[in-house]
């Protein structure tokens, strides 16, 4: 079958088609992207402005099109932190399925480090034994640690890329004072749920990071993906160190040129850069493999296995 499943993230509207069935590996069919930085048309109450709600509008309903164009057998639609933490959350999704047709589902921070922690462990295999997830979005940044399918435990932080930006490095290059505000709040967040949640769970045998901004941080520190494989080399601690003060001092405008930076992403590789070290640092992290299966293709496997008989619906727990 041909599924295909439309992501509203915090920073972009992307769809996913794939061909599926029970049994196998699901083999992407067409993806795109619409940019719309949600975190950019926040209101002072919390509320997604009217050109926030545009973009979002024009992108989900371009993706509809797209995936009824190609002919698809059944399509979902899911929306994560931007539009679930949004005071008008609620009728933002109503215009989403009046323009698209199809019911949006709301996922919760946690759903989505489960959801993605499935995808993982079906990239890596069993042999990867415990595994411990970070996934950074634009504008959460999700923890999970398991050796099963689903994790044992998981926690979502409003650390995403996109928020962090907006929050703490509003100047463009940003200053040494806002790169160091950050760092110590996200040290304080990453402390506390390490010391709550993930105390007293066994070392983990491999760390996964996934995401597009962990993605394009992996292609910039660690080169282009294998030309037989596909596979991104591991993104280490002290090559992401050696990249930071470089990345501070330019311009979201300039970053954008660097290897593996898309300009979608030139001006939050910063805050993420920022994040991600900090929480290798505070979970004592040296190595990062980068799986390039998360969400979206969570969704898919969770589809899967639902028309199989043995999982559970796509998007629900």
């Not at 794939?18 to 067409?30: C, F, I, K, L, T």
């Not at 463009?172 to 949640?197: G, Q, W």
């Not at 969570?298 to 727990?317: E, F, K, N």
Request: negative net charge; aromatic residues 6%; charged residues 25%.
């Amino acid at each position: 079958m041909r599924l295909g499943v439309i992501d509203v993230g915090s920073n972009t509207v992307h769809l996913l088609i794939v061909d599926a069935h029970a049994g196998a590996s699901p083999v992407p069919y067409h993806s795109q992207r619409s940019v719309v930085r949600l975190m950019r048309y926040l209101g002072p109450g919390g509320e997604i402005l009217e050109e926030g709600v545009r973009l979002i509008l024009e992108a989900v309903a371009e993706a509809a099109r797209t995936a009824r164009e190609i002919g698809i057998d059944d399509l979902i639609c899911t929306a994560t932190s931007a539009v679930r933490e949004a005071s008008n959350g609620d009728d933002v999704l109503a215009q989403i399925e009046r323009v698209s047709g199809i019911e949006p589902h709301v996922l919760s921070g946690e759903d989505e480090a489960r959801i993605t922690m499935l995808a993982v462990r079906r990239w890596l295999g069993w042999s990867a034994g415990e595994v411990l997830l970070f996934d950074i979005g634009g504008g959460s940044f999700e923890i999970a640690q398991g050796a099963d399918e689903y994790p044992d435990v998981q926690v979502s932080l409003p650390l995403g890329a996109g928020r962090s930006t907006i929050q703490y490095l509003p100047e463009d290059p940003p200053s040494r004072e806002a790169v160091s505000a950050l760092r110590a709040h996200a040290r304080n967040e990453f402390t506390r749920v390490r010391n709550e949640m993930f105390q007293g769970r066994p070392r983990p045998k491999r760390v996964v990071g996934t995401s597009k901004t962990i993605r394009s941080l992996a292609r910039l520190i660690g080169g282009p993906a294998d030309p037989v494989s596909g596979d991104l080399a591991p993104l280490h601690y002290a090559g992401l160190r050696e990249w930071e003060p470089s990345l501070r001092d330019m311009p979201g405008s300039v970053r954008e040129y660097l290897p593996g930076i898309t300009p979608e992403r030139g001006y939050q590789i910063m805050a993420g850069a920022v994040v991600l070290r900090t929480a290798m640092k505070v979970f004592d992290v040296t190595t990062l493999t980068i799986s390039p299966w998360a969400l979206r293709e969570g969704i898919v496997l969770r589809y899967i296995d639902a028309l199989d008989g043995r999982g559970a619906d796509p998007v629900a727990q």
